[in-house]
Nanobody
Framework: QVRLVESGGGLVQLGGSLRLSCAAS????????MGWYRQAPGKQRDLVAS???????DYRDSAKGRFSISRDSAKNTLTLQMNSLKPEDTAVYYC??????????????WGQGTQVTVSS
């Protein structure tokens, strides 16, 4: 199991920025994807951004142009830079990692989450 620890959440005003980090307990062999989900109270957990092992990125529509995901494989860290934040970005943000175990079993591990609150 890979341990993921998020940091960087907090309270920010409308239009502000936050930088979330996710530190993995070590290198992740056969990594397929890492990324961020978020979950607001009473709502489902939604994908925010992902990055593949070859560096390809994907974002939910509401995050495009405002958020940027990156990964430092040497430091085993994942980062989500969030700019122009809006109250609707308020949620708990979770880091995840998808990696292969064995020949074809894709495992997903999660971090514990970090709260992001955007005030208007």
């Amino acid at each position: 199991q890979v341990r993921l620890v998020e940091s960087g959440g907090g309270l920010v005003q409308l239009g502000g920025s936050l930088r979330l980090s996710c530190a993995a307990s070590g290198s992740i062999p056969r990594l397929k994807y890492m990324g961020w989900y978020r979950q607001a109270p009473g709502k489902q957990r939604d994908l925010v951004a992902s990055i593949s092992s070859d560096g390809s990125t994907d974002y939910r529509d509401s995050a495009k142009g405002r958020f940027s995901i990156s990964r430092d494989s040497a430091k085993n860290t994942l980062t989500l830079q969030m700019n122009s934040l809006k109250p609707e970005d308020t949620a708990v943000y979770y880091c995840y990692a998808d990696y292969f175990l064995g020949s074809d079993y894709l495992r997903r591990d999660w971090g514990q989450g970090t709260q992001v609150t955007v005030s208007s």
